[in-house]
């Protein structure tokens, strides 16, 4: 069970200061003062992290909204040029046909 807030907050013995001990609160007896202290650290602990969890959504919204810009950039500009490359693909047939018909015409 979790020891209560009372006593040295540094160990005696080696110097060092106590971490928190992770307990399961279905298992553990717990008051209702302790159970109520719980939700307010977790609470404490969840508004802290709030700012970088927003950063990082952020960002992470960006970086999809960009690549998705981009694929969709990519396709136009993909299409674009296979409709060049069409356009002078029938620029060299039509020029092999002038071509041929000078040739057969000499």
Known sequence: MAASGGGDPLDA?????QFAQRIDPTREKLT???LHFMRQM???QWQKAL???RT???VTGLGIGALA??????TFYSISQE???DE???EAKAARARAQARASGS
Do not use: S
Request: without cysteine.
């Open 88 to 90: 002078l693909e029938e």
């Open 56 to 58: 990082r959504n952020i």
């Open 13 to 17: 013995k080696r110097g060092e200061a």
């Open 69 to 74: 810009l981009a694929i969709y950039g990519y």
């Open 32 to 34: 209702t003062e302790q």
């Open 83 to 85: 409709r060049f490359l």
């Open 51 to 53: 700012p970088q969890r």
């Open 42 to 44: 977790q609470l404490a």
